[in-house]
């Protein structure tokens, strides 16, 4: 206030096209912009609505885990059925999931909680800083979240069905019954198996089971070309533990064999992947 007032000019804003064009934003806002508050579902219990509350609001889950439209809004009609993104897909979390063990609420909170779930997988890429922030909510908010979730999932397996199915599925998928003929498999004892292989030794850090990762299992390869090449350098908690990435070491045309051989070994029931070099280019460049 001590300061003699001067004249200016607001400066030209410098936005890109088409969010230079204000008039096309509030047509956009028109058509997807959704003002309304968050209305609690009454025939739903206290714990459901909160948990609703936090994903839907607060945790922006829908932001990566919906497909978008051309115009790039979430489509409703496909709400958390799988998204992209930063070169990540962000698996579906309703019953469209490719995991091979349906999520249950236990693991879902198991998940949000540790970044880990013994029948899924970690959380890695994006999913890390977001279950790093997670961290700063109590267990009952998780708890909350993971019972909205777990509601888009029908079937509610108990945990020893999970530990039947989950048992079958890695002795069905086990490398160590299989003579290592191809390349690919020749590809993953060598780098792989140490770490991941079914009864290995214990070591630091966690053991992904591959055979029930929901990455081996997807429709596309992108999350696992992901972390082949870039490995897991900020696990979602300490003790995940860390993975070397084999960007240096493997050429495109070898990974594209170990992924086809990864798929092939730990997801039999699903169809073969295509164009897998490919999208290990584009990954390694970082384009989409
Ligand atoms: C920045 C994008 C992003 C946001 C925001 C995000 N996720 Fe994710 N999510 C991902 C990605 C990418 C993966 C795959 C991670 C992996 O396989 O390591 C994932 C994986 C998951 C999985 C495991 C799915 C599976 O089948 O393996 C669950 C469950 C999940 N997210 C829940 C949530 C919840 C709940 C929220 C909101 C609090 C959320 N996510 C917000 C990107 C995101
Ligand atoms: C030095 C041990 C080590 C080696 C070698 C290793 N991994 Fe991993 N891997 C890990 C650890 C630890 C994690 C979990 C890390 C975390 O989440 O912080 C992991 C996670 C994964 C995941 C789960 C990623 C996700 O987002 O769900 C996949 C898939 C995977 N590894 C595949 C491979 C493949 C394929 C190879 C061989 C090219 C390999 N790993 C070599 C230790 C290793």
Redesign the pocket.
């Known amino acids: 206030m001590a300061q003699a007032p001067v004249r200016a000019t607001t400066p030209e804003h410098e936005l890109k096209f088409p969010f230079n064009l204000r008039p096309l934003l509030a047509g956009w806002n028109a058509l997807f912009h959704d003002t309304k508050s968050f209305q609690p579902d009454p025939t739903k219990s206290e714990i459901w609505n909160r948990g609703a509350y ?2 839907e609001g ?8 919906s497909p978008r439209n051309a115009l790039g809004a979430e489509l409703q009609s496909a709400y958390l059925g799988g ?4 070169g ?6 309703t019953s469209l ?3 091979p063990i349906p ?1 249950s609420e236990d693991e ?1 909170y198991a ?2 909680r540790t970044g880990q ?1 013994r029948f ?11 279950v790093k922030e ?1 961290a700063a909510l109590s267990d009952q908010d998780i708890r909350a ?1 993971a019972v909205y ?1 777990g509601s888009f999932n029908d079937a509610a397996t108990d945990g020893s069905a999970q530990e039947a199915l989950a048992v079958k599925l890695e002795h069905a998928t086990a490398t160590s019954a299989v003579v290592p003929a191809s390349f690919g498999a020749r590809l993953y004892q060598g780098a792989c198996a140490v770490c991941h292989e079914v009864g290995g030794p214990p070591l630091f850090g966690s053991r992904p089971s591959l055979s029930l ?3 081996l299992h997807s429709a596309v390869p992108d ?1 696992l070309i992901q ?1 082949i090449l870039h490995g ?1 350098r900020e696990p979602a908690t300490g003790d995940l533990g860390y993975m070397p990435g084999f960007k240096e070491s493997m050429t495109d045309s070898q990974v594209a064999e170990l992924v086809s051989y990864l798929r092939r070994q730990f997801a039999p029931d699903k169809p073969a992947w295509t164009s897998i070099e490919t999208a290990v280019g584009r990954i390694r460049q970082g384009t989409r």
Do not use: D, T
Not at 58 to 65: E, I, N, V
Not at 83 to 86: K, P, Q, R, T, Y
Not at 120 to 130: I, S
């Open positions: 936090l994903v607060l945790g922006h889950c829908s932001a990566c885990h998204g992209f993104a930063e990540w897909e962000a698996p579906a979390l999931s490719k995991a999520w879902l998940y949000l779930s899924h997988g970690v959380a890695a890429g994006p999913m890390a800083p977001v997670l979240m979730l990762n929901s990455n999350n972390v897991i």
